[in-house]
């Protein structure tokens, strides 16, 4: 049963550029985002949040867009930089609960 | 900057043993989890506690598993009789409510 999609397992960007993560969800329950960040060995970092409220929530180099009708959301981060390589992870919420249902992950890889 | 911490990061025990997997979540935080994450698997959610009671569990969280927070610093996750397939990354994760939760290191547990 997966609510949260990450279909890309892998995405190569050049540093400089932008990278561009997705996410895709089912449940219709959902109403909070977020994106966590994970090195090897190491636990999820969290990145950045929305809202079901918001389209869209920017944090320096992050932004986050919602697509409720499309049930989709996306990271955007720019520019990339090296340090940036890690696998990242959309995760969701559903009203009147506080548990996070994860999606499989997506590993970026920023090359110079 | 406040963090969440986990003891020990790597456990190995014989399968059928107890283990306790420790975690000290930020200390003004009112709620805590625990995750794991099967290798190469997606974070699975297993638990949420709030007011020294277990607000939400997953079916993952069956009579084998058990929370506790022995003190006003500590928050434990027991697994009673330890199987071959618990071998995973657990993580803690604390947060204040419906705000982004910050997850600790992990305890890589290994059944064998």
């Known amino acids: 049963d997966q609510q949260v999609k990450q279909n890309s397992p892998s995405l190569s960007v050049q540093e400089g550029r932008i990278s561009i993560l997705n996410c895709d969800y089912t449940?219709?329950?959902?109403?909070?985002f977020l994106w966590y960040k994970k090195y090897p060995a190491e636990g999820p970092t969290f990145l950045i949040s929305?809202?079901?409220?918001?389209d869209k929530n920017e944090d320096g180099r992050f932004t986050v867009f919602l697509n409720k009708s499309a049930k989709h959301l996306s990271l955007h981060i720019v520019p990339s930089q090296p340090g940036d390589s890690a696998v990242y992870f959309c995760?969701?919420?559903?009203?009147?609960?506080?548990?996070?249902?994860f999606g499989t992950g997506t590993r970026l890889q920023v090359f110079p | 900057e406040p963090e969440v911490t986990q003891t020990p990061s790597h456990q190995v025990t014989q399968m059928g043993q107890e283990v306790i997997l420790r975690c000290v979540p930020i200390?003004?935080?009112?709620?805590f989890y625990w995750y794991r994450q099967i290798l190469g698997q997606k974070v699975e959610f297993l638990v949420s506690?709030?007011?020294?009671?277990?607000?939400?569990k997953s079916e993952i969280f069956d009579d084998q598993f058990s929370v506790e927070r022995p003190d006003g610093s500590n928050f434990t996750l027991k697994i009673r009789s330890t199987k071959l397939e618990d071998s995973a990354m657990y993580f803690c994760?604390?947060?204040?409510?419906?705000?982004?939760?910050?997850f600790g290191q992990g305890t890589r547990l290994t059944v064998v």
């Open positions: 995760a969701a919420s559903e009203i009147d609960t506080d548990k996070l249902i």
């Open positions: 449940n219709s329950m959902f109403d909070y």
């Open positions: 929305i809202s079901s409220i918001k």
């Open positions: 200390s003004n935080h009112l709620y």
């Open positions: 506690f709030y007011n020294n009671e277990i607000s939400e």
């Open positions: 994760a604390s947060n204040s409510g419906r705000t982004e939760a910050f």
